[in-house]
Each structure stands twice: as C-alpha cells, then as structure tokens.
C-alpha cells in the first residue's frame, strides 16, 4: 500500500490508472507458482515430492496464490492435521508463540509422534524404562535404543543394562550404550574394560552393536591430557574387535573445546569410529554437519533433547535409511 500511494499521490495517477495498476499487480500474483511451505523433503502428507521452498500446498498439482504466502512467514508453517511446527521458528503456530522446534506441538505440549522424514529413528536415554514403554516407543518408529551405561562418576550404570535387557525382550531394536568417562577418575582404558565386563556379565554384550564414547565437554584436563586419555579408551576398545564396535558421541564445538581444534586429534576416525553427533536443530537430517575429528560425515545425529516420548524422557536421534 506505501507502493501503491507513492504511484497515486506522487506519480499523479489518475483513479482509473491507480485501478488498472492494483488489477494487474494482483493478476501477476495469483499466476506466480510458488513451491513448497518448508525446506525438506517429503513433509507434505501423503505425497513425497515437496521438495525445496515454500507456497506449495500438499498435493503435487496444488498452488498457492502469492498474496496468501505473504501472509505468512515464507520460512515456516504448522501443519493443520498433524498439528506440529515444521521448522524452528518461534510464532509460526496459529494464535500462538509456542511453535519452537521442528515438530513440537501447536499447543506447546510437547513434541507430536515423529516426523514423516524418511529414515530410522533412535533414543537415548538414562532413567528406567519398563517393556511398555519400549513397546509403546516402537509403536512410534523408534528402531535402535542407546542406553547410559557408565556414569560420569565412574561408576557402572546398572539401570541402563536393564534397559538394554528390557529392550532386547521386545525385539527389533538396533541396542548400544553410551560410556560417559569420567576424566579426573584418570585411566580411561580401565573404564572401557569394567564396562565391558560388566555388559558381559549382564548377558548383553553380544546382542548390542555399539558402544558410544561420550566426548563432550565435562571435566577434562589439558589438551594433551584428553588426547591421552581417549587414546588410552581406545587402546582397551580394540581387545574387543569382533566382540562389539565402537563410536564417539560428540560434535565439532565440543571436540575444538576437549582437544584444541576441530582437526586436532583424528585418533577414533583413524582407527574406524563413526561419530553419532549432536545438533538440536529438531531437524531429522544429516543437515548442519561440520567435518571435525577427521570425519567427514555422521553415523546418526542426535536432533532434539529432552522429549517426552511414550511418557519417558529420551533425547532423539536420526540416521539415514
């Protein structure tokens, strides 16, 4: 309207002209075809070809008019049937402000079952779960489960072997833990051996396929002493090649912070270790990856933290198919 009462009042239109310019303005509008409401792909229902910008309603022969985009944030939109954000924009829910990560609910009660993005979903977690949950997890498209089972106080976490027990009883789950070191406990190829002995005690070793290193910024001493101290994990790790594999849970701002640089230490990627790394974007996707470590790309990504799912609270990962 500022455009349109600078052509009026200072370009000295006549009112036929200043109409005829408003019809043909809106007539360009409503022909423009504008693409999707989001970014990624397959978030339409039912359709997998939303694929790159916003305006495409869902439906591969839908358009939109220009003047109704405008209206809206072109960079997000809360999708009316599932009732769950679609990017992290805060204020994109109708009437609300509470519309904060990738899927949370319009009513900000918390995340909506997971996204319909293509891929396989995961959990971390370090409170007990029981075989309801686990069932009520898979029921929502929960397929690998990664339980705590060192504690940063150097201790065995019991409660997470259970759960890989529990777990393991309800079936098709992809089962890990994550070994979170304890740093000023000092030798960190002791810590790998208890807690593979005591996964082995447990009778679960061998249904598991990975154990995580926790490397994230808790305690650690001086650049070359952290060095030393994973080399010495890994050290242990490898006395147990073909018993069970071995990653690092971590992300490039912790790891410049642990060791110094992003590409200072290579150690884990040199000897084979993928990394499941962490991004709270809520995007599940390999989207936002900076190489660190010697890595080029990821294993999964941790996308949201703190989730209620199935009434528990998990953290939530994301791999490709």
Excluded at 122 to 144: H, R, V, W, Y
Excluded at 231 to 253: D, R, V
Aim: one cysteine or more; hydrophobic letters at 35%.
């Amino acid at each position: 309207w500022i455009l349109f009462e600078s052509l009026f009042f200072h370009c000295k239109m006549s009112y036929k002209q200043f109409l005829m310019t408003i019809l043909v303005f809106n007539s360009v509008l409503a022909a423009v075809t504008t693409k999707c409401l989001t970014f990624h792909h397959g978030l339409c229902s039912g359709t997998p070809d939303c694929l790159c910008s916003f305006g495409e309603k869902c439906g591969a022969s839908s358009t939109v008019n220009v003047t109704e985009i405008l209206r809206k944030n072109p960079a997000a939109t809360c999708e009316s049937q599932g009732g769950h954000c679609y990017n992290t924009v805060v204020g994109q829910c109708p009437g609300s402000s509470s519309c904060r990560t990738y899927y949370d609910r319009c009513d900000g009660s918390g995340p909506h079952p997971l996204p319909p993005i293509p891929g396989r979903y995961g959990i971390d977690m370090s409170t007990p779960l029981d075989a309801s949950n686990f069932n009520c997890l898979k029921q929502e498209n929960i397929t690998f489960m990664v339980a705590r089972v060192h504690e940063s106080t150097g201790h065995i976490d019991n409660v997470g072997i259970q759960n890989i027990k529990t777990a393991s009883t309800v079936g098709n789950y992809s089962l890990a833990g994550y070994l979170f070191p304890c740093v000023p406990c000092g030798n960190g190829g002791a810590q790998v051996d208890a807690t593979v002995a005591a996964l082995k005690a447990a009778g679960v070793l061998r249904k598991m396929d990975y154990i995580w290193f926790d490397i994230e910024p808790y305690h650690w001493g001086s650049h070359a002493s952290n060095k030393a101290f994973v080399n010495s994990m890994i050290t242990a790790a490898n006395k147990y090649k073909g018993e069970i594999k071995f990653g690092i849970y971590g992300n490039w701002n912790g790891w410049t912070s642990i060791f110094g640089s992003r590409d200072g230490y290579t150690a884990p990627a040199d000897n084979g270790y993928p990394v499941w790394w962490a991004l709270y974007d809520g995007k599940p996707s390999f989207e936002g990856f900076q190489p660190f470590g010697g890595w080029k790309q990821g294993w999964a990504k941790q996308f949201y933290g703190d989730a209620t799912q199935c009434g528990v609270d998990v953290d939530l990962s994301w791999r490709p198919l």
